[in-house]
């Protein structure tokens, strides 16, 4: 029983996350799911999202295979730097965390452009959606977080 | 006690010098790690893009999961929007019926006048009809988004046709205003199609009525498109439709693509720069149209006789001096 809530969960999330990213170009809407796993070091279902997450990202992304496995990566190690450097887990850690995304997400793209063979980087189209994943880290995580301690009170 | 503080002290000053050795050993093991993941990753992606299974296996799973999604959630949304209408729609439905029969009645006695013009009508469409190229077989797709992810780096869409349903990576895609780009990959029943605008797309033009051959690039969203290796000197204004030349073998030949901006002596090179603008509003896309090729090569022959030689007469056949 325990097991199903969390797969509907995350099988709603996923859609959600999905339905999102059609409407707003360029967004990563599952790195909040990342968060939430890494908040409740919840390593089990962290096993069987994380090759999903990139799985989706790589197939409805027009470059080649990579750009989401140094993302998500990425994501990861951020993450536990800032819970090695301050220790604490609340909204102001992650309003902190969204910047680094942010700027994880500009890097990442501009490392990449080369590699995946893009004619021309778009700076300030980048620049942009990297924002725009900065502005919905912190509001996504509010929002999930509340939502997930009503869905699964106990695992919150 | 006193001893087992001392103990104890001991045991935390031997384990603050065990932590004080341990962490270059740390250190390297992490700078390790770092460096057997860089080199797993650089084997993958250059793995990858020689063999694209990685590619295609993610285009197979996550754009077919992507597509199945979205065509689901589109298919709530417009459930419940017909639903909602439906409600509004009933609110008001007496006064409206009033209103559309009285309607109903004008406009029938306007259709018994304009039944003359109808046929008028159709006789001229008759006489334009193009002939029919059957190499071509248009089927209709639906847009179900436009780039997405962060690794939607190329100016693109999502449709819900795929490789088992008519969108084959290279199919053309177009409305009935003009060319819209070509799938660039798909998965059984969802495809990404590459738009013209993107930097990374080359099709081969001319222009309609000056037949001014050319490249068009896509210079990326909101941007003009450009001609590349037009001749100088060759007749283009602004205003003329550039159509499809099909040199390229990947569009069909005379689809309107764009319409010229402007055309000016480049700078730089021996060519014309023309700046053209798309003839169909790729932002606000909703249905395409994709040109399926049935696999039948039109005979590239003219249907007449040959034209007579005109010239100079032929080595075999010429006179001797007198």
Known sequence: MNMLRHVCWWAVFIVAGIALQSVVPGLDAFAVGLILLLEDRDYRNLAWLLPVFIILQEG??????????????????????????FEVNNFFFVLLLSTWFGAAYFGIAWLMAPLQDVPGFDAQGTLDKSLIQALYVPVAWWLLAGLRRWVLPREA | MRHEKGETRQEGGTSAARRTTEQPVTFRRLLLIAGTLLILFLGMFTWNQRTRALDDFAGMLGLEVTGTVLSFVHAVESGISETWDHYFDLVGVREENQRLKARLEELEARMMAAGEDLAELRRLRKLLELPVDEAWKPVGARVLAGRMGPNGLLDSITINRGYSTGGRPGTPVVTQLGLVGRVLRASPHSATVLLLTDPGSRIAVFSQEGRVSGILS?????????VRFAQLGTPVSPGEVLVTSGLDGKYPKGIPVARVISAEPSN????????AQ?????????????????????????????PEFVGPPLPATAQPLP
């Not at chain 2, 896509?218 to 003009?224: F, L, M, Y």
């Open chain 2, 218 to 226: 896509g210079q990326g969203v909101h941007q003009h498109l450009e």
């Open chain 2, 278 to 306: 798309p003839l169909v509003d790729l932002r606000n896309l909703e249905e395409v149209l994709l040109l399926e090729s049935t696999g039948i090569v039109r005979p590239n022959l003219p249907s007449g006789p040959p």
């Open chain 2, 268 to 275: 730089y090179n021996q060519f014309l720069t023309i700046k």
């Open chain 1, 60 to 85: 409805m992304g027009t470059g080649l295979f990579g750009s989401s496995v140094v993302w998500y990566t990425a994501l990861v190690l951020l993450y536990k730097l800032g819970r090695w450097l």
